[in-house]
């Protein structure tokens, strides 16, 4: 196996890590900055009105993106394993 396919490998694997965390980390992020503008706002800092939205949120993402991550790493396994073959000899 050549250092470039190596790399290639890397990199896809790279993406797809990308992929799979953006839903999820961008909905933390979206609810974070609305619970911290609402705790701004009104001067509540209360821990928990941070981290129960951000939970449920996070939840929801899952459920509604989690098909399409499903599809997307299934596919990148099974290219892999097609290419295993190859990538040996």
Request: charged share 10%; hydrophobic share 60%; proline share 6%.
């Amino acid at each position: 196996m050549s250092p470039d396919t190596v790399l290639d490998l890397t990199r896809q694997a790279m993406v797809i890590i990308l992929l799979l965390s953006m839903p999820i980390l961008l909905t933390a992020l979206a609810v974070g900055l609305l619970v911290g503008m609402f705790q701004a706002a009104t001067q509540i800092n209360e821990m928990t009105l941070s981290f129960i939205p951000k939970l449920f949120a996070v939840v929801l993402a899952i459920l509604l993106a989690g098909p399409w991550m499903l599809h997307l790493l299934v596919d990148f396994t099974t290219d892999l394993f097609h290419r295993i073959p190859g990538l040996i000899g």
